[in-house]
């Protein structure tokens, strides 16, 4: 019974981290305060009302409408919201109830903060890109996970150096080096490896479809990265059938 009030305590955080993360989805692209001002309808730029916003229940109680304005209230935060909670969820199920969870958490919300926005606007913001990383280094080990950080983003700004010269134009930005980061940082090595292949792989069908318009690599190295943390001693056994057989 314990455990299932803590796993609902912390799904509950989760979907109320999910709301704040709505927050900087809408605002950080757009140079906006995530402080100020108070939350308004995008329409008819009503402020709402704190029972407006309680996050899943609001929207289904109001039917997904403006309390004022009757317009629609974009799915995308419920869905926002509910992720969030099973991200944090799933890795109170992982961890347990231990000191570096809800740092880990973090750095998971910020990757799927980022996720949300590299879908919608094709960019990477450093504000938010550099809190997944500074929460990722916040381990039990944190030389280790400073280490494996340093090492994953310096190699990978190595390669698209190296990219860039031989194609003559920039092959990598530095939002991905920043993202290899918070990789290394959650993974370690050889598990770094085991998400970047994955992440090439999840890419790979979409890339295909829409390679006109360009498909952003940032959402698939974050998906990646959590089933990689998720499952690293199945990924770690994976590498090592895959090099010694």
């Given at each position: 019974?314990?455990g299932?009030?803590?796993g609902?305590?912390?799904?509950?955080?989760?979907i109320?981290?999910?709301?704040?993360?709505?927050?900087v989805?809408?605002?950080?692209?757009?140079?906006?305060?995530?402080?100020?001002?108070?939350?308004k309808?995008?329409?008819?730029?009503?402020?709402?009302?704190w029972?407006?916003?309680?996050?899943?229940?609001?929207?289904?109680?109001?039917?997904?409408?403006?309390?004022?304005?009757?317009?629609?209230?974009?799915?995308?935060?419920?869905i926002v919201?509910?992720?969030?909670g099973?991200?944090f969820?799933t890795?109170y199920?992982?961890?347990?109830?231990?000191?570096?969870?809800p740092?880990?958490?973090?750095s998971?919300?910020?990757?799927?903060?980022l996720?949300?926005?590299?879908f919608?606007y094709?960019?990477v913001?450093?504000?938010?890109?550099?809190a997944?990383?500074l929460?990722?280094?916040?381990q039990?080990d944190?030389?280790?996970?400073?280490?494996?950080?340093?090492?994953?983003?310096?190699?990978?700004?190595?390669?698209?150096l190296?990219?860039?010269?031989?194609?003559?134009?920039?092959?990598?930005g530095?939002a991905?080096?920043?993202?290899?980061g918070t990789?290394?940082?959650?993974?370690?090595?050889?598990n770094?490896?085991?998400?970047?292949?994955?992440?090439?792989?999840?890419?790979?069908?979409?890339?295909?479809?829409?390679?006109?318009?360009?498909?952003?690599?940032?959402?698939?190295?974050?998906?990646?990265?959590f089933?990689?943390?998720?499952?690293?001693?199945?990924?770690?056994?994976?590498?090592?059938?895959?090099?010694?057989?």
């Amino acid at each position: 019974m314990t455990g299932i009030f803590i796993g609902s305590m912390v799904f509950i955080l989760g979907i109320l981290i999910g709301s704040f993360l709505n927050v900087v989805i809408y605002r950080i692209p757009k140079n906006e305060s995530i402080a100020f001002p108070a939350s308004k309808c995008q329409s008819c730029q009503t402020p709402l009302k704190w029972y407006h916003n309680i996050p899943i229940f609001s929207w289904l109680f109001l039917g997904g409408k403006c309390a004022f304005c009757k317009d629609p209230i974009a799915k995308q935060y419920p869905i926002v919201e509910f992720i969030t909670g099973i991200i944090f969820f799933t890795l109170y199920l992982k961890l347990g109830l231990v000191w570096q969870l809800p740092f880990v958490a973090a750095s998971f919300a910020a990757l799927f903060a980022l996720t949300m926005i590299d879908f919608k606007y094709m960019a990477v913001p450093d504000s938010v890109n550099f809190a997944a990383l500074l929460f990722a280094l916040i381990q039990p080990d944190f030389l280790h996970a400073a280490m494996y950080a340093a090492l994953a983003a310096g190699g990978l700004y190595l390669i698209g150096l190296l990219s860039s010269l031989l194609a003559r134009k920039q092959a990598m930005g530095g939002a991905d080096v920043i993202v290899a980061g918070t990789m290394g940082a959650l993974l370690g090595f050889p598990n770094f490896f085991v998400a970047i292949f994955l992440s090439a792989i999840l890419a790979m069908i979409p890339a295909i479809i829409w390679r006109d318009k360009g498909v952003p690599f940032v959402p698939f190295l974050a998906l990646a990265t959590f089933l990689v943390y998720l499952y690293d001693t199945e990924a770690t056994q994976l590498l090592d059938r895959l090099i010694y057989g």
